[in-house]
C-alpha cells in the first residue's frame, strides 16, 4: 500500500459521511424527486474532488457532459430505470475519473460488472485495512493498556459529577435536562441501516476499485493452455460444414411454412379452424416465436465463428442470411400478433415490455448479419448490442409509460368504442397520478350517457380523493420531477373538482 494512501482514506472517509449526512437529509423519511439527481451530482463533484490530477486532463469536461446527459432522467422522472441509469453512468464516471476504465464498449461492460459486484463489499475490506494505513503515518497501534488507563479517570470523574450534582443546584440542573431515555429513543435501526448502506455506496465512488479476485484467479490457473482434444470422427458429422448446411436447409423450410401460415391466417384474412378465434392464433405464437428466434441466433452464433470454415462458405452465408432475415420477419409477425392481441384486450407493462425485447431482438439479429457480411470480431458484436440496449433503456427513462397505458385503454375500452373488453378501473387507479387525465375523460364520457350509477360515482370520489393526496405529496420540494411539474400544469388547467367529503389523505391503488 502507497504511503499516500492514509490520507486520502481520511478524506474519503470525511467525505462519506458528509455525503451520507447529505443523503440522510435529502431521502430518509421524504419523497424523492429532483433530490435524486441533486445528490447525484453532488456525489459526481466529490469524485472529482477526490481525483484532482484527473482535472489537468483537457478532454476532462467531456465527462461531466456525458455524466450530466446520464443523469437528466432523474430530472423527467424518479423511477428504478432512471435510479439504474444514474448508478451505471456514476460508476463509469468514478472509474474513468479514476484512470480505471479501458477502452471498449465490451470492455466497460465488463468493468462496470466487476465493480458493481464487489461495490458493497468495498467499504469493509477498506476499514480492515484502515489500521495498516494508520501505521504507514508512524501512528502508534492502539494497544489495551492504552485504554485501560482511561478506566479509572472516567470512573472516578463520573462519581465526582454526581457528588457536584447532589451539591451544587446548577449542576443539577443541567444534569437533569440530560434525558438518557429520550437519546435512545431517537436511535432508530432503520436509520442506521439507512446510513450503513449508503456510506457502502458512496465510499465504492469515492474509490473505485475493481475486485483482484479475477487477476489472482488467473495466476493460480496453469500458465500453459491446457491442449484440445482433436475432434473426434463423430463430432465432424454432428456439427461439421455438411451438418451445418442440411440444417440451414430444414430450418428455412420450416421458417418458411411458419411464415406462409401467418401470411394466410392472420395477414390474409382466411378464415380459421373452428374453436379458433384470431385473438387467440395471435396470442398463443408471440412469446414462442421469440424464443425460436433467440434459439436460431444461438445457432447462428455457434456455426459461423469468425475464420471458421463453415463462414467461407458462399452458399452456407447466403443460407444464413435467408434465414435471418426469417427469423427478422418472424419477430415482426409477433410484434403484430401481441399488436392484435392488445388491441382486443388492453395495454399492460408487460406487454409493452414485451414490444421493446421483440425490437431488441430483431435489432440484434440484424446486428448478427452485419457481423457476418463485415466480417466483425464477437467483442463488436457484443458492443453493438450493448448499444443498443443502453439507448433504448435511456430512452425509456423518457416515456411516461403509465400515461401511454391509461391513454390506450381507455381509448380502445368497451365503454369508449362500444367494442373490446371493459374498462379494467382498478388497474387504471394503480397506474398512478399519470392516469388521472385519461380517467378524466372516461368519467366524462359515462356522465354524459350514465346518470346514478353508484359504482360511477364511487369511481369519481376515489379519483378526487387521489388528486387531493398527491397534491399534498407534491407540496414538499423533494418530490418534484418535471413529469409531475407537467402534469400538475394539465390538472391545473381542469381543476379539482369541489367535493369536501373526499379531500382527505389519499393512497393510489388502495
Not at 103 to 120: S, V
Not at 309 to 320: F, G
Request: overall charge positive.
Amino acid at each position: 500500500m502507497k504511503t499516500s494512501l492514509a490520507p486520502s482514506y481520511c478524506r474519503r472517509a470525511g467525505a462519506s459521511v458528509l455525503l451520507a449526512a447529505l443523503a440522510d437529509f435529502l431521502f430518509y423519511g421524504q419523497p424523492v424527486g429532483i433530490t435524486a439527481f441533486i445528490f447525484a451530482v453532488v456525489l459526481a463533484a466529490a469524485v472529482v474532488a477526490m481525483h484532482p490530477a484527473a482535472l489537468s486532463d483537457a478532454r476532462v469536461w467531456f465527462k461531466p457532459a456525458a455524466l450530466f446527459a446520464a443523469l437528466l432522467p432523474l430530472i423527467e422522472n424518479v423511477s428504478l430505470l432512471s435510479v439504474l441509469v444514474a448508478i451505471v453512468a456514476l460508476a463509469v464516471f468514478a472509474l474513468s475519473i479514476a484512470g480505471r476504465l479501458r477502452a471498449g464498449l465490451a470492455r466497460i461492460a465488463n468493468q462496470l460488472f466487476l465493480f458493481l459486484l464487489a461495490a458493497p463489499f468495498r467499504f469493509g475490506r477498506d476499514f480492515f485495512r484502515w489500521r495498516k494505513a494508520a501505521r504507514e503515518l508512524g501512528q502508534r497501534r492502539f494497544r489495551l493498556a492504552a485504554i485501560v488507563v482511561w478506566v479509572m479517570p472516567l470512573t472516578l470523574g463520573v462519581v465526582f459529577l454526581a457528588l457536584f450534582g447532589a451539591a451544587n443546584p446548577i449542576i443539577d440542573h443541567w444534569l437533569s435536562l440530560i434525558d438518557l431515555n429520550a437519546l435512545l429513543e431517537k436511535i432508530e435501526v432503520a436509520r442506521l441501516v439507512f446510513w450503513l448502506l449508503f456510506l457502502a455506496g458512496i465510499w465504492a465512488f469515492l474509490r473505485p476499485r475493481l475486485p483482484r479476485f479475477v487477476s489472482r484467479l488467473r495466476r493460480l490457473l496453469p500458465a500453459a493452455p491446457v491442449a484440445r482434444p482433436a475432434k473426434t470422427a463423430a463430432e465432424d458429422i454432428l456439427f461439421g460444414k455438411a451438418a451445418i448446411l442440411r440444417a440451414l436447409i430444414v430450418f428455412n423450410a420450416l421458417f418458411a411454412l411458419q411464415t406462409a401460415l401467418d401470411a394466410t391466417y392472420l395477414w390474409g384474412g382466411v378464415a380459421l379452424p373452428d374453436g379458433l378465434t384470431y385473438a387467440a392464433y395471435a396470442h398463443r405464437g408471440a412469446y414462442p416465436l421469440i424464443v425460436t428466434a433467440l434459439l436460431a441466433a444461438g445457432f447462428v452464433l455457434a456455426a459461423l465463428k469468425p475464420g471458421s470454415e463453415t463462414s467461407a462458405d458462399p452458399l452456407i452465408r447466403r443460407l444464413v442470411y435467408l434465414w435471418v432475415a426469417q427469423n427478422i420477419v418472424l419477430v415482426v409477425s409477433s410484434m403484430l400478433r401481441l399488436d392484435l392481441y392488445v388491441g382486443i384486450y388492453a395495454l399492460t407493462y408487460l406487454r409493452i415490455a414485451t414490444f421493446i425485447w421483440m425490437g431488441l431482438v430483431a435489432a440484434g439479429l440484424a446486428l448478427i448479419v452485419a457481423r457476418i457480411a463485415l466480417r466483425k470480431s464477437s467483442e463488436w458484436l457484443l458492443s453493438a448490442n450493448l448499444l443498443t440496449l443502453s439507448t433504448t433503456l435511456y430512452a425509456c427513462c423518457f416515456v411516461n409509460f403509465a400515461a401511454l397505458i391509461a391513454n390506450f385503454n381507455v381509448d380502445h375500452s368497451l365503454e369508449m368504442t362500444g367494442k373490446g373488453v371493459p374498462l379494467d378501473t382498478l388497474y387504471l387507479q394503480d397506474l398512478g397520478p399519470s392516469g388521472f387525465p385519461a380517467l378524466d375523460r372516461y368519467l366524462d364520457h359515462r356522465r354524459s350517457s350514465v346518470t346514478g350509477d353508484i359504482e360511477l360515482q364511487d369511481l369519481a370520489a376515489t379519483r378526487r380523493g387521489s388528486e387531493s393526496w398527491y397534491r399534498a405529496t407534491l407540496n414538499r420540494w423533494r418530490a418534484w420531477s418535471f413529469r409531475d411539474w407537467r402534469l400538475l400544469r394539465t390538472l391545473d388547467k381542469r381543476g379539482l373538482p369541489a367535493n369536501p367529503a373526499v379531500n382527505q389523505p389519499y393512497a393510489p391503488g388502495h
